[in-house]
């Protein structure tokens, strides 16, 4: 049988990702005799090891992965690509540790929409997530202009028309003890989709932010253009494929 071939990295890199410090950082780091792999001390910052390999930093453990994978609390007033000359990008937000890694976001808030963002150089998950096929859970919060009803409720249920060539796919709608407020769960990212479902109910969103995307939640800690590593159960949710199928 054909042994698989082992997917190397250059230490540098690896640093950068695992320990968030800058390319130059990283290479300071190993010159520095900093560096172990697998408890010996490696000095070459361009030297290619097996991301399977044991990584420690002054001698604490780093989580070595192939991609990096970000979880940003988006603030209003930000937009989610470099398209829009005349507005802040999310990317902006991001440390220099990240800046050349290629990184792009898992679909796109508008630009007053705030909430969870996910952020990825994975283009395959990313893929995933957003596969119409796949039904991929994102919950909101929002605020009406006008009081909720349960019309809207089953109105969302059943799908409503935004104008396109099918109606919307059916919708969780949980409205607040204020009637003005609610939790919306859908499974599809259209342009502008809840704010165009609203007006087809004859009302519209004052407020609107993300939750949760794929059954990762946004850390409360976060604050607004806050960005963190998910953690490994939180990768582990966006990668079970059974989830979602």
Known sequence: MKKEKETLERLDKILAKAAALSRKEAKRAALDGRVTVDGVVVTSPEQKIPLASEVCLDGRALTVREHIYLMMNKPAGYVCSNDDPKSPNVFSLIGSEYKKNGLFTVGRLDKNTTG???ITDDGPLAHFLLSPKHHV???YFLKAKYPLTEADKEA???????GEKKPTKSALLEICGDG??????????KFHQIK???EARYNKVVFLTRTEFGGVKLDPSLAPGGYRPLNENEIKVLKSVEKYS
């Open 116 to 118: 969870l963002l996910l």
């Open 156 to 162: 969302f249920l059943a799908g409503v028309d935004i």
């Open 196 to 198: 165009r479902m609203l």
């Open 180 to 189: 003005y407020s609610a939790y919306l769960t859908i499974t599809e990212g």
């Open 137 to 139: 859970k994102k919950r």
